[in-house]
């Protein structure tokens, strides 16, 4: 039996080891931290609830590999169907329309805007399939530029913290290259999208999956060499021999391990930037704009440092004692943590009547999220070609910036690597 070694337990890694497992081929995997899941973890603590260290959501779709994982984990999920998001423009908070009568009322756009929308199928064979747009152009030159400028940079920042004419259209894998066609289209087939939470939190997925696999915690891979036919993983408590290695961990981290395998590769993952964030949670009295909300994201223009903040206590159960539990973002860009009552006071802009807050807790991750700049996903593919067999980076980065994305390429990967037994 084939002998694989994963670095990293987050996502990436557990998913790919769970696959692969149930392919027949004899899996580990090494984890630097004493825990597993990466930014998938939720912190249970009992006076505040439970505390997400990275994602809150995940869009889960019918006939997905996320649908698929979860339902073959037995993982229950909570679904966020009615629930409002906001974008915060022009000084005030406009709700995101929810259905096509709701685009058809909705102040955002205006009339011609709205039906520029509908061509999308039709202009979208017009688009040069061999150029690479920035995200920007990719959502202009199909939805129309009024969509473009006034409600994708709110999303896009809010998802990548880069306004969109900053970013390639790599980055959201619904906007690749390689996917022609009609992105509407493709979406009015595949339903709605409900965006979920596994019932415990987003950490029992990455826990349910962690109980399937073999895990070593607490050690670090700081080399990889081949020799005498194996690849050899080595670190200061760990030394193995595998088949094959696959490396599951962010783009700066893989491209150290690398440096002398594969050099141009190496240079290549170093260049990725990724966003670091803090998240702020707070715990405030009821709010009547905010109740049965999502929470709001930020237009880039309208502040320099708070992307957006989510309401979590709408994605648990309901808060008997009527309070409200937010979770700010804010990016990381200078070398101080904000103060508590700098954040409060962009907040009550946007929700004048925002209690304040006793408690909060502050988190910080760094390598948060990948920002992939015009013309580094095609040469990340190139260079992934000059790595030995037996050797595979299969981190996030690669993939997009978020949980289905990864499930999801993960799931190609496994059907177009060179992983044959
Ligand atoms: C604040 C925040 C909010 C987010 N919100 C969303 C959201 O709403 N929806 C969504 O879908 N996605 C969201 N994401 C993105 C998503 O969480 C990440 O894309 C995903 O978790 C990345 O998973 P990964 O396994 O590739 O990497 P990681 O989670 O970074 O895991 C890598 C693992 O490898 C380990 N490791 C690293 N180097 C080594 C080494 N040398 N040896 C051994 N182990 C090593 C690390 O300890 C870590 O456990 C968010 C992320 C953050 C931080």
Redesign the pocket.
Known sequence: MKKILI????????TAAYRLQSEGYDVTI????KV?????RTLVDPNEGNI????????VESGTPLRYLLDSLGIPLTIHRNLSRFIGIDGKLVRVPRSVSELFRSPLLTLKGKLRIFLEPLLCYFLNKNKEYTLHEAIGNRFGFEIADRLAPAIVNG?LAAPPNEVSQESIPLFRMANEGSVLWRSIMRGHTVLSTPTGGMGELTQALASKCSIIFN????SLNYSQSYWHAS?PTYDGKFDSILL???AP?AAA?LSLISPRLSAILKKIEYTS?Y?FHSTHAYNNTLDNSLGFLLHPSESEFLLGCFVSSSLTIPDKDKTIKLRT?VKINQNSIPRWQDIYSELIKWVPDLSPSNSCHI?T?S????IMRVGQFPEIVRALEDLPSGLDWI???RFG??????VDGIDSWMSTSRMHA
């Open positions: 670095i990293g337990a987050g996502i990436s890694g557990l090494v984890e630097s931290s597993p899941g990466g930014w998938v997400e260290k990275g994602p809150q959501l995940i869009a998802i050690t670090e891979i700081t670190g599951a961990i962010p981290k391990l964030l998240s973002f988190e991750a390598l948060a999220i990948p981190g996030g980065a910036p978020g949980v289905k994305d990864i």
